[in-house]
C-alpha cells in the first residue's frame, strides 16, 4: 500500500493477524502519524527493477558495501534506463531497527522493456551460419560433378519410400542462457524454450564447492560479453583473473617466434649475430683446399693418385664433422634464442590481441571486419556446442594463470602454445574482454552488488 503519510514510501497491512512484538506510538500532534515501512527480500527487489530496465549504480553500490547503515541518504542504487534520476535510493534509518532503508521510485514511462527483452541474470547468444572456406567449396563442387558423372550412366532405380523428415530446429536460432555462480544453470533455444539445453560440460555438478575449469571459464567469459549491456550480476568475475587481464604476461620474443607478430611490432630482444667470421672461416677452408690440389699436381703421376685419394677422404669427414658441428651450434642457437625471448619485455594482452586477431582471420577461423564482443560470442557459441574445444580453451587460460602467478612462461608452456595456436588466440581474446569490462567498472559493480545482496538478505522501504 502506498500513501502520502510521512514515513514510509510502501507500507504492508496485515488485517486480522496479531504479530507477537508490538509497538505503541504515543502522538501529540498530527504531523507525528507515520505508517509502518514494508520489510523486503532485497534480492527480489533489484531483480524486480532490473527485469523493468533499471540500472545498477557503480558509485552507489560502492558506497552501500563500504559504508553499510552510514551511507548517507539519497545515495542513487539503480538508476532509471533513460536519465539519471534515481528508481530505488538510500533512505533515513528512523525507526528502522538495525535494517537497511530504502526509498523506491519509479515512473511509468521507464517500462521501456518488452518480450525480447531478457531478465537478470540471463544473456543472449546468436549462432552465426558457418562459412564455407574455399577449400571446402572447391571439395563441394568436385563431389557434385563424381555425382553428376554417376548420374550421366543409366540404371535401374526403385522408387524409394517416402518417409516423413521431422522438422530440424533452426541452427541460427539464439540461445538463452542463465548465469550463476555454478556456470550456466539453464538454457534453450529461443525458438524452443520448452526444451532445455544440456550443459553440463559448462555447470558444476551439484553438491560441489568447487567449480570446474570450464564452468568457471565460461561464466567469466559470459559475463565479460554481457557487460556492455549492463553486467550480469549474478556472477562475478575473480579479483585475480580481472588483476590477471591488466598485466604484462606474455614475452614479445616468445610471440615473435609463434609467428603472431613480427620483429618490426616489438622491441628489440634478438642478439645480433657476426656473420663475417663465417664467411672469413669458409674463405680460409676454400684457399686451403686450392692449395691442397695445387700441391697434388705438383706431384710424380703415380702419386697423384694417392694424394687426391687421400684428400677426397679427408674431405668427406670433415665434411661430415662441419655438419655435426652446425647442428649443435644451431640447437645452442635455438635455446639461447628462445631464452632470449623468454626474458624480452613482456606485452599486455591487448598488445597480444593484435597478434591473435590476425592469425584467427589469416586462418580464416573470423571473418576480417569481426569486432571483439562478435567473436567472444561466437566463441561462447563454440563451447555450448563442443565440449572438447570448451575444454582447450579452459585449459589455456588456466596456464596462462598458472604462468602469470608463478615463475612465468616455460618451454612446456610455449610448446602447448605452438599446438594449440587457434585456443590459445580465442583466450587472449577472453581476457582482452574481462580487461574492457573491468576498465568500463562493470566488474566492479557485479562484485559490489553481489556483496551488498550477500549483507542485506531482507530491507526496509522506507
Given amino acids: 500500500m502506498r500513501s502520502s503519510l510521512r514515513g514510509g514510501s510502501w507500507?504492508?497491512?496485515?488485517?486480522?493477524?496479531m504479530v507477537i512484538g508490538m509497538k505503541s506510538y504515543r502522538l501529540q500532534y498530527h504531523d507525528e502519524l507515520a505508517q509502518p515501512q514494508a520489510e523486503i527480500d532485497f534480492e527480489r527487489l533489484v531483480a524486480y527493477l532490473l527485469d523493468r530496465g533499471a540500472v545498477p549504480s557503480v558509485a552507489g553500490f560502492n558506497d552501500l558495501r563500504n559504508s553499510g547503515l552510514w551511507t548517507p541518504a539519497g545515495t542513487k542504487?539503480?538508476?532509471?534506463?533513460?536519465?539519471?534520476d534515481g528508481a530505488l535510493m538510500v533512505a533515513p534509518s528512523d525507526d528502522s531497527d538495525g535494517i537497511l532503508s530504502l526509498c523506491l521510485e519509479w515512473r511509468k514511462e521507464w517500462n521501456l522493456r518488452d518480450y525480447d527483452s531478457l531478465p537478470p541474470y540471463w544473456i543472449r547468444v546468436t549462432p552465426k551460419l558457418k562459412e564455407f572456406s574455399p577449400a571446402e567449396e572447391d571439395s563441394k563442387s568436385e563431389i557434385k560433378e563424381m555425382e553428376h558423372d554417376e548420374e550421366s550412366v543409366p540404371a535401374y532405380t526403385p522408387t524409394p519410400t517416402p518417409t516423413p523428415t521431422p522438422t530440424p530446429k533452426s541452427p541460427g536460432a539464439p540461445i538463452r542462457l542463465r548465469i550463476g555462480a555454478a556456470g550456466v544453470e539453464e538454457a534453450h533455444r529461443e525458438d524452443c524454450p520448452s526444451e532445455v539445453l544440456r550443459l553440463n560440460h559448462v555447470h558444476s555438478p551439484p553438491h560441489t564447492n568447487t567449480t570446474p575449469p570450464t564452468a568457471l571459464w565460461f561464466a567469466i567469459a559470459a559475463t565479460a560479453f554481457g557487460a556492455p549491456t549492463g553486467g550480469l550480476w549474478a556472477f562475478a568475475i575473480p579479483a585475480n583473473i580481472s588483476r590477471m587481464s591488466s598485466l604484462e604476461t606474455v614475452p614479445c620474443g616468445v610471440l615473435v617466434l609463434l609467428g603472431l607478430l613480427t620483429d618490426e611490432e616489438v622491441p628489440q630482444w634478438r642478439s645480433t649475430i657476426d656473420q663475417r667470421d663465417?664467411?672469413?672461416e669458409f674463405h680460409m677452408k676454400s684457399m686451403e683446399r686450392h692449395r691442397n690440389i695445387a700441391a697434388e699436381n705438383r706431384l710424380p703421376p703415380a702419386q697423384q693418385a694417392a694424394a687426391r685419394k687421400k684428400r677426397i677422404e679427408q674431405e668427406r669427414w670433415d665434411f661430415h664433422n662441419e655438419t655435426v658441428r652446425r647442428a649443435q651450434e644451431a640447437r645452442k642457437r635455438q635455446e639461447r634464442e628462445f631464452q632470449e625471448a623468454v626474458n624480452s619485455q613482456?606485452?599486455?594482452?591487448?598488445?597480444?590481441?593484435?597478434?591473435t586477431r590476425k592469425w584467427l582471420i589469416e586462418k580464416k577461423h573470423v571473418i576480417a571486419d569481426a569486432e571483439t564482443t562478435d567473436i567472444i560470442e561466437q566463441l561462447l557459441v563454440m563451447m555450448i556446442e563442443d565440449e572438447s574445444f570448451a575444454?582447450?580453451?579452459?585449459?589455456?587460460l588456466n596456464m596462462w594463470k598458472s604462468w602469470t602467478e608463478n615463475s612465468g612462461l616455460r618451454k612446456e608452456h610455449y610448446d602447448a602454445i605452438h599446438e594449440d595456436l587457434e585456443a590459445f588466440s580465442y583466450a587472449s581474446l577472453v581476457l582482452d574482454s574481462v580487461r574492457s569490462s573491468t576498465v568500463t567498472g562493470q566488474g566492479n559493480v557485479v562484485s559490489d552488488?553481489?556483496?551488498c545482496l550477500r549483507m542485506w538478505k531482507k530491507v526496509r522501504l522506507g
Fill in 77 to 84: 542504487l539503480l538508476l532509471s534506463p533513460t536519465t539519471n
Fill in 346 to 355: 613482456k606485452l599486455t594482452v591487448q598488445a597480444v590481441c593484435n597478434g
Fill in 11 to 17: 507500507t504492508v497491512f496485515n488485517w486480522k493477524e
Fill in 449 to 451: 552488488l553481489q556483496e
Fill in 391 to 396: 575444454k582447450r580453451v579452459a585449459d589455456m
Fill in 278 to 280: 663465417e664467411g672469413l
